[in-house]
Antibody, heavy 119, light 107 residues
Framework: EVQLEQSGAEVKKPGESLKISCQGSGYNFTTHWIAWVRQRPGEGLELVGITYPGDSDTRYSPSFQGQVTISADKSIGTAYLQWSSLKTSDTAMYFC????????????WGQGTRVTVSS | DIQMTQSPSTLSASVGDRVSFTCRAGQSISNWLAWYQQKPGKAPKLLIYKASALQSGVPSRFSGSGSGTEFTLTITSLQPDDFATYYCQQYTKFPWTFGHGTKVEVK
């Protein structure tokens, strides 16, 4: 069974750093793209970026380029989303999602990690 | 980025109703469109891909149609479990973008 298990909720202050994780199981993690999707409170879904664990190829949506870093460690089947300096506007639920191997939609999703940034 | 516009933003309906709602793309996306269902506090769930292909395990009361710039998701007989928010997503051009959702609520 394909599963994506995300790390727990985080409460941080503006300016702090953060790294959240998404561990895949039940499939070949190395050969499937993993995406991160943001959902601010009461709002819709936004693609942050996507990474291919096999060769670390990573692409960012333009509005997130330079704001976050996406990475993956294929040896432990885990993808990451990190911030070096959080802003209150980063407060959101973040989902990881597996891209379908033959197409560009998302067939499996993690349960979400809630990130709260407040002074 | 390709803009995706969903309408209506909220739809009030009753169990057993046939409901349809629309997703419009800012430019032609052929049939590269997916639909997701999301319940409060939960992750989205894939329902439909390639505009009309039903994801494995999704009930047959869900169907998708359309191509180019206009797409429709239809639920033929609304069930209690179907009250949720529905999002469309285009995947013809990166960054893949989502609509703002249609919330199906109890009438």
């Amino acid at each position: 069974e394909v599963q994506l298990e995300q790390s727990g909720a985080e409460v941080k202050k503006p300016g702090e750093s953060l790294k959240i994780s998404c561990q895949g199981s039940g499939y070949n993690f190395t050969t499937h793209w993993i995406a991160w999707v943001r959902q601010r409170p009461g709002e819709g879904l936004e693609l942050v970026g996507i990474t291919y664990p096999g060769d670390s190829d990573t692409r960012y949506s333009p509005s997130f380029q330079g704001q976050v870093t996406i990475s993956a460690d294929k040896s432990i089947g885990t993808a990451y989303l990190q911030w070096s300096s959080l802003k209150t506007s980063d407060t959101a639920m973040y989902f990881c999602a597996r891209r379908n191997p033959w197409d560009y939609f998302f067939d499996y999703w993690g349960q979400g990690t809630r990130v709260t940034v407040s002074s | 980025d390709i803009q995706m516009t969903q309408s209506p933003s909220t739809l009030s309906a009753s169990v057993g109703d046939r409901v349809s709602f629309t997703c419009r793309a800012g430019q032609s996306i052929s049939n590269w469109l997916a639909w997701y269902q999301q319940k409060p506090g939960k992750a989205p769930k894939l329902l439909i891909y390639k505009a009309s292909a039903l994801q494995s395990g999704v009930p047959s009361r869900f169907s998708g149609s359309g191509s180019g710039t206009e797409f429709t998701l239809t639920i033929t007989s609304l069930q209690p479990d179907d009250f949720a928010t529905y999002y469309c997503q285009q995947y013809t051009k990166f960054p893949w973008t989502f609509g703002h959702g249609t919330k199906v609520e109890v009438k």
